[in-house]
């Protein structure tokens, strides 16, 4: 299928690994010219040579923090007219409220609610004088279906969602779209890090944890990072115009819910 968005502008944050990776892959190989971001200019590095070596494109690289607001303003500075947005950036460790300071919430509501807010106010305006957006929030499947540990996530992650749906319906006027993706279980540095924490609360070896994890979706293992990238890649997609304000589970059937 041809997703309609060859030469579109986008933007991937917190792209040099990871799920946010796997979205760039997905939009260079449609075409798109694709900025990625990170705070590691070696990461960008190797992450650029490997999309180049994936797709044959070649992609622009800038360093930012996305919890820092100058350097927020410089990527987006740097990032004029953008056709789209997805918004991707590291979570908070899981924990107890009883742990977790003011300081760690204030650091989890930048990081996860206010930085892609920030983002979407600086670029929405232009994707609806132009007639055309897509903007992607990577959140997380715990906005759905929260856990105690992962409190302090999902509830900057829940306040972007509710901010998202909010503006989306507005702009759907202007063909620019807001939808998030609710990721579970794909197999990034992430699950692997999962499995190692598993490891030292459970004992055994990571070989079993990682099959513990895999064994608990319906699915009966995890997802890949491509099966993300591309699921993001069609909601940015031309075809896609009719679908906003949306949370897709991408969990292999993970989500027990019926809404």
Known sequence: MDLGIDGRRALVCASSAGLGKACAVALAREGCD???NGRSEERLRKAREDILLKTGRTVRTIVADLNVETERTA??????????????????EPGSYTGWSRDDWLAAVEANMLAPIFLIRQCLPGMRDRKFGRIVNITSARVK????????SSAPRAALTAFSKAVSVEAIADNVTLNNLLPERIDTDRQHYMAQRMVEERGGSLAEARQRIGASVPAKRMGTPEEFGDACAYLCSRQAGFITGQNIHVDGGSYAGLI
Do not use: F, W
């Open 34 to 36: 694709v900025t990625i």
């Open 145 to 152: 279906t929260p856990t105690a540990r992962m409190a302090i």
């Open 75 to 92: 990527l987006m500075a740097a990032c004029s007219d953008l056709d789209i947005l997805v918004n991707n950036n590291k979570g908070p």
